[in-house]
């Protein structure tokens, strides 16, 4: 199984990314996608999920209404569209998917498979 991240950057604050998370080894119709972040000196953090055969999707408080998670099960890609970036968003971003119900996918205890990261870097 293979998740690779892509679309990291540097950007001022107030603009906007886009993350790729291309998957692949297995059909991930009963796993939940989603996308943590880890700032320096900081504990990787739950973002952004989302079950991918019904769409259903969760945030962190710190992101709702920032960020945008979805997938094209045709690519077996997950997105995650970052707005409105904010420095404190400056993170290594990594794309994580859990076998079962999308609440899996927000504990990074129950992550079942990681992707290598992709540093978000917002300039003040």
């Known amino acids: 199984v293979q998740l690779q991240a892509s679309g990291g950057g540097l950007v001022q604050a107030g603009g906007s990314l886009r993350l790729s998370c291309a998957a692949s080894?297995?059909?991930?119709?009963?796993?939940?996608m989603g996308w943590f972040r880890q700032a320096p000196g900081k504990e990787r953090e739950f973002v952004s999920a989302?079950?991918?055969?019904?769409?259903?999707?969760r945030y962190a408080d710190s992101v709702k209404g920032r960020f945008t998670i979805s997938r094209d099960s045709a690519k077996n890609t997950v997105y995650l569209q970052m707005n409105s970036l904010k420095p404190e968003d400056t993170a290594v971003y990594y794309c994580?998917?859990?076998?079962?119900?999308?609440?899996?996918?927000?504990?990074?205890?129950?992550?079942?498979?990681w992707g290598k990261g992709t540093l978000v870097t917002v300039s003040s």
């Open positions: 989302i079950s991918w055969s019904v769409g259903s999707t």
């Open positions: 080894g297995r059909t991930f119709s009963s796993y939940g």
């Open positions: 994580a998917a859990s076998l079962g119900t999308i609440g899996r996918v927000t504990d990074s205890s129950q992550v079942n498979y």
